[in-house]
């Protein structure tokens, strides 16, 4: 069974930074692509980040690159998101997501497996 | 960026009724196009690829279809778990969702 547990989400102060970490299990990770994607409180789906199955190939949304550093341990199973210089605005829950494809491509991502989400609340 | 606009913001049926759902993008995206069903307190769950193939374990009644701008999930007779906000989202030019179209029973 796939499973995508996200943690290191909390309260910080806008200008303070966090690193959330997304542990997977159930699937050859190393095979795929993964995603950040998030949802502001009440509003709807923001893709955040993404990397390729080998860490060759990252993007980022505008709104958060310069800011943000998706990363991966593929011998750990496991995916992170580096955000600093957080804003009032990135205040959402934080969604890891898995490609549907094998060796799936960067800019095309497609979410077949979603953890349950990490809050990361950014308030003074 | 590619924009994506849903249609109607909120649906309002009746369980066994069909459902429309439309998806309208800024340019044409060949069929890149995804549909997704979220549930209050729930992750996204993925319906629809490539504008018309069915995820796994995804009801028949589920279906998609469209191509280049225009895109439409239907789903065949509504079922009381269906009750959901349902999302767009294209990847022919990076990643982007439309706003939601929230399903409520009537």
């Known amino acids: 069974e796939v499973q995508l547990v996200e943690s290191g989400g909390g309260l910080v102060q806008p200008g303070r930074s966090l690193r959330l970490s997304c542990a997977a299990s159930?699937?050859?990770?190393?095979?795929?692509?993964m995603y950040w994607v998030r949802q502001a409180p009440g509003k709807g789906l923001e893709w955040v980040s993404g990397i390729s199955w080998n860490s060759g190939y990252i993007g980022y949304a505008d709104s958060v690159k310069g800011r943000f550093t998706i990363s991966r341990d593929n011998a750990k199973n496991s995916l992170f998101l580096q955000m600093n210089n957080l804003r009032t605005d990135d205040t959402a829950l934080y969604y890891c997501?898995?490609?549907?494809?094998?060796?799936?491509?960067?800019?095309?991502?497609?979410?077949?497996?979603w953890g349950q989400g990490a809050l990361v609340t950014v308030s003074s | 960026e590619i924009v994506l606009t849903q249609s109607p913001a909120t649906l309002s049926l009746s369980p066994g009724e069909r459902a429309t759902l439309s998806c309208r993008a800024s340019q044409t995206i060949s069929n890149y196009l995804a549909w997704y069903q979220q549930k209050p307190g729930q992750a996204p769950r993925l319906l629809i690829y490539d504008a018309s193939n069915r995820a796994t374990g995804i009801p028949a009644r589920f279906s998609g279809s469209g191509s280049g701008t225009d895109f439409t999930l239907t789903i065949s007779s509504l079922e009381p778990e269906d009750f959901a906000v349902y999302y767009c989202q294209q990847r022919s030019s990076w990643i982007t969702f439309g706003q939601g179209t929230r399903l409520e029973i009537k």
């Open positions: 159930g699937f050859t990770f190393d095979d795929y692509a």
């Open positions: 997501a898995k490609h549907l494809m094998i060796f799936g491509v960067v800019p095309q991502g497609l979410f077949d497996y």
